[in-house]
């Protein structure tokens, strides 16, 4: 079926550092992309997404771009904060008519000052 | 509007025992989703609703797991004669019914079973 992979963590990195975060996808069809986050306490919420290939989606400095020749839909940020420090996970819905969402397994990913 | 909620946040049972949890969705969401999520996991689909029609169940609602949402608008998931594998973080999600469309997430139920 239609799922996502993403990079395990957990990820450490210093304040203002490049983060990238890899997440591949297997779908039959044109699914669309996620990035949602999860900060400590919170509740999932969406980060970016894009609907179809090329698709650019950004948010918060954050960046994924939706590549179908390499199935990818990498997310980055070019200068990461404190404040970024949360899971984050890629997911998928697999087409327009397929409403439900595939989750990753999650990032964690943790800034230090 | 403030956002989808879920009650219980923490529910604790015994084994055997019967829970239900409630989801109130966005006001005009049309469509209301339940996942899970285990600990170091991603949430897994569950189940979608379609206003008051349950329209896809997910292979994991075993027969002990019920959905319903009456009158289109909150939901409530029931899970008879629970088991220590229930234990999970319960999410509930609603959207507008469109296509690819954002799912805005509840804070979720988190269920211990003991």
């Known amino acids: 079926g239609d799922s996502v992979t993403q990079m395990e963590g957990p990820v450490t990195l210093s304040e203002e550092a490049f983060l990238t975060i890899n997440c591949t996808y297997t779908?039959?069809?044109?699914?669309?992309l996620f990035w949602y986050v999860q900060y400590p306490g919170e509740g999932l919420q969406l980060l970016l997404k894009?609907?179809?290939?090329?698709d650019k989606g950004s948010n918060k400095g954050f960046e994924a771009t939706y590549r179908k020749e390499t199935t990818s839909f990498h997310l980055e940020k070019g200068s990461v904060q404190v404040s970024d420090s949360a899971v984050y996970f890629c997911?998928?819905?697999?087409?327009?008519?397929?409403?439900?969402?595939?989750f990753g397994a999650g990032t964690t990913v943790t800034v230090r000052a | 509007d403030t956002g989808v909620s879920q009650n219980p946040r923490h529910k604790i049972t015994k084994r055997g025992q019967n829970v239900t949890f409630r989801c109130d969705p966005i006001s005009e969401h049309n469509r209301l989703y339940w996942y899970r999520q285990t600990l170091g996991q991603g949430p897994e689909f569950l189940t979608y609703?379609?206003?008051?029609?349950?329209?896809?169940k997910s292979r994991l609602l075993s027969d002990r797991f019920s959905a319903e949402r009456p009158k289109g608008s909150f939901s409530t998931l029931e899970i008879q004669r629970t088991e220590q594998g229930d234990s999970a973080m319960y999410l509930c999600?609603?959207?507008?019914?469109?296509?690819?469309?954002?799912?805005?997430f509840g804070p979720g139920t988190r269920l211990t079973v003991l």
């Open positions: 779908a039959t069809g044109y699914p669309s």
């Open positions: 894009a609907t179809k290939a090329d």
């Open positions: 997911a998928l819905s697999a087409d327009a008519n397929d409403y439900k969402l595939s």
């Open positions: 609703f379609q206003n008051e029609a349950q329209l896809e």
């Open positions: 999600a609603s959207s507008l019914g469109l296509g690819g469309d954002t799912q805005y």
